[in-house]
């Protein structure tokens, strides 16, 4: 077990580096909800401009309901082009959650279009959910580790595709990461980071003799898989590469 110098020691770099990281996480997220609002517009515009051009050429009239019409299409494509491309051949298709629960902000989507007259009542209220709604369905597939040879890129529409979720993907997550990490808002208070080096010197005492999960405040383990320090595998945690880094440092091994 190392002595309360090296403690001392791994407390400050540990605080030195959740100040870093937070202050780059804080900039992060909030650049990002500063930009998706024009990202929604941009895109659900260029999409408009799109389909009113396809239908331009047609005989069909590219009325409100055409235009909808055509972005659930594309949303329904691209649910179904994640489902099918998840997985190599050789792999049973399972269903992921980060896609059902895409698919279910779709279901929603639809209802939300055909089976109820807010799009009559309030077109505006209408038009900012749908974007919304087709950004999360977008952001939710774009979660979904794709295979190997669709990453790769096999043909324009394939990068296309590929492209617009991870686009997406990274938004949402974006977002995700902005409401559940309380660290973000909520500093760690000092006697938590002290936890938080008593582990890390733990572990890298004992390297062979993990901890148990749940013998860790859920705070402070949290915030060391953030900081990619640790990392859970099979209830038991052990440092990361970057663990082992960052206490030689701190000691100076």
Not at 50 to 71: E, I, N, W
Not at 102 to 126: D, I, W
Not at 128 to 156: E, K, M, N, P
Not at 244 to 252: H, K, M, N
């Amino acid at each position: 077990m190392m002595n309360d110098a090296a403690i001392d020691e791994v407390t400050q770099r540990l605080e030195a580096m959740l100040h870093k990281e937070r202050r780059e996480a804080i900039v992060y997220s909030l650049l990002t909800v500063l930009c998706t609002p024009a990202f929604v517009a941009m895109a659900s515009l260029a999409a408009g401009v799109v389909l009113l051009y396809v239908f331009r050429q047609s005989d069909y009239r590219a009325d409100a309901a055409t235009v909808y019409t055509g972005m659930v299409f594309f949303l329904a494509s691209m649910v179904a082009f994640v489902l099918m491309h998840s997985f190599d051949s050789q792999r049973e298709v399972q269903f992921s959650k980060a896609w059902l629960a895409g698919a279910g902000v779709f279901l929603l989507l639809l209802f939300l279009t055909y089976g109820t007259e807010l799009r009559q009542h309030s077109p505006t209220l209408f038009g900012v959910l749908f974007a919304l709604a087709g950004l999360l369905v977008l952001g939710l597939i774009g979660q979904v580790r794709l295979a190997d040879h669709v990453v790769q890129g096999s043909g324009t529409w394939y990068d296309l595709f590929v492209g617009v979720m991870a686009l997406c993907g990274f938004i949402v997550a974006a977002y995700g990461e902005l409401l559940s990490a309380s660290w973000l808002w909520v500093p760690p208070k000092s006697h938590e980071v002290r936890v938080a080096a008593r582990v890390l010197c733990r572990l890298a005492a004992s390297p062979n003799d993990p901890l148990s999960a749940t013998t860790v405040e859920g705070r402070v383990a949290t915030l060391l898989s953030r900081l990619k320090l640790v990392e859970t595998t099979q209830e038991q945690l052990h440092l990361t590469r970057k663990g082992v880094e960052f206490i030689g440092a701190a000691v100076g091994e």
